[in-house]
T-cell receptor, first 109, second 113 residues
Framework: GQQVMQIPQYQHVQEGEDFTTYCNSS?????IQWYKQRPGGHPVFLIQ?????EVKKQKRLTFQFGEAKKNSSLHITATQTTDVGTYFCAGPGGNQFYFGTGTSLTVIP | ETGVTQSPTHLIKTRGQQVTLRCSSQ?????VSWYQQALGQGPQFIFQYYREEENGRGNFPPRFSGLQFPNYSSELNVNALELDDSALYLC????????????FGSGTRLTVV
């Protein structure tokens, strides 16, 4: 079946450092969505990318969709303690919706 | 505009019992999907309803079933509960299936003993 993998699984950074998580799908995605889940919370929608090679920015967050529409990345510039959480990529595949394995971000003050 | 609400928030059931979880979708949303999230794992897609019809299903056995009502609220039913069914069950709604972002509820924490 379709798989959506993310690396790294865990990332610890000092506050102010940058952070990147990479998402790879085994099949082409019509769109890629990113979610953030705080510890003890529920996933919160961040953004959706649809076009091949698309890049979108939200303040310190930069999202990119690969040319082949099989991979994506999320880059956070100058992390803050409020960025702590697990970041998931997700996308539709067939008649299902797949979440990636997630990257857990810890920010050390 | 209200978000997605789920009930109950916590539930303890005995192995072999049946459980019904409920979800009210966000106003204006016609699509509801359900996910199972084990501790430390990503959400696993159970199924999705669009305008009262199931239009997608993940790799879950038939004892996981659901409904969507005319007001687009939804239920998840699980029969013959197993210990491995212990997890956080998340409901999410959207403007349409797959092409829009999903708004998640806070989830129901199910413990099977």
């Amino acid at each position: 079946g379709q798989q959506v993998m993310q690396i790294p699984q865990y990332q610890h950074v000092q506050e102010g450092e940058d952070f990147t998580t990479y998402c790879n799908s085994s099949t082409t995605l019509s769109n890629i969505q990113w979610y953030k889940q705080r510890p003890g919370g529920h996933p919160v929608f961040l953004i959706q990318l649809v076009k091949s090679g698309e890049v979108k920015k939200q303040k310190r967050l930069t999202f990119q969709f690969g040319e082949a529409k099989k991979n994506s990345s999320l880059h956070i510039t100058a992390t803050q303690t409020t960025d702590v959480g697990t970041y998931f990529c997700a996308g539709p595949g067939g008649n299902q919706f797949y979440f990636g394995t997630g990257t857990s971000l810890t920010v050390i003050p | 505009e209200t978000g997605v609400t789920q009930s109950p928030t916590h539930l303890i059931k005995t192995r072999g019992q049946q459980v019904t979880l409920r979800c009210s979708s966000q106003s204006g949303h016609n699509t509801v999907s359900w996910y199972q999230q084990a501790l430390g794992q990503g959400p696993q897609f159970i199924f999705q309803y669009y305008r009262e019809e199931e239009n997608g299903r993940g790799n879950f056995p038939p004892r996981f079933s659901g409904l969507q009502f005319p007001n687009y609220s939804s239920e998840l039913n699980v029969n013959a509960l197993e210990l491995d069914d212990s997890a956080l069950y998340l409901c999410a709604s959207s403007l349409g299936p797959g092409d829009y972002g999903y708004t998640f509820g806070s989830g129901t924490r199910l413990t099977v003993v």
